[in-house]
């Protein structure tokens, strides 16, 4: 008898103090165009069996401070993307209408001068944009675009982590 009664008092003292914490704080909703990169990266993912990256907010804050200051500081020219510890990818486009799906779509359009077989793209272009949004052991992804007012130009840059394009390595 004196078991159960403790068993009891053990489980009202524990009902207790799972009511009295404060529920946990609910992670901050992904924005609209945060979902659209998502959706347009995951797809060309999905299309070659490999797992769906998740929104990452610090990422997607560097790259909105980054494609800002390459805005406002540097006439909207590329960045130089090659001393960061995170991957990445970039696109300019001028005078049309840029939506995070075309942004994706753009790289993921390389696809078709990538060999899978030998791990090589076709001669004069280039695939790294393509193999960095299918890379298998990337995770997280944070993008961001600005328009360059002077000319209605776009630039649109994504981090990745952890980064792809590793030499030798095959992307899937």
């Known amino acids: 008898m004196n078991k159960l009664l403790l068993l009891a008092f053990f489980t009202i003292l524990l009902s207790t103090a799972a009511a009295t914490q404060p529920p946990p704080s609910p992670s901050p909703a992904v924005p609209d165009d945060g979902k659209e990169y998502l959706d347009a990266h995951n797809k060309a993912r999905a299309a070659v069996g490999v797992t769906p990256l998740h929104w990452n907010f610090q990422l997607a804050k560097a790259t909105s401070l980054l494609v800002r200051f390459q805005r406002d500081r540097e006439n909207c020219r590329f960045a130089n993307l090659t001393s960061g510890k995170y991957g990445g990818n970039q ?3 001028s005078q049309e209408v840029v939506t995070p799906t075309k942004v994706v779509e753009n790289w993921v359009a390389e696809k078709a001068y990538y060999n899978y077989a030998n791990n090589s793209c076709a ?3 280039r695939c790294g944009v393509y193999t960095q949004v299918v890379w298998r052991n990337t995770a997280e992804v944070g993008c961001a675009l600005a328009t360059c ?3 209605q130009a776009t630039l649109a840059i994504c981090f990745y982590n952890p980064p ?8 899937y």
């Open 164 to 171: 792809g394009n590793v030499i030798g390595e095959s992307p």
């Open 91 to 93: 696109m300019w486009a």
């Open 149 to 151: 007012s002077a000319d």
């Open 123 to 125: 001669t004069n272009h």
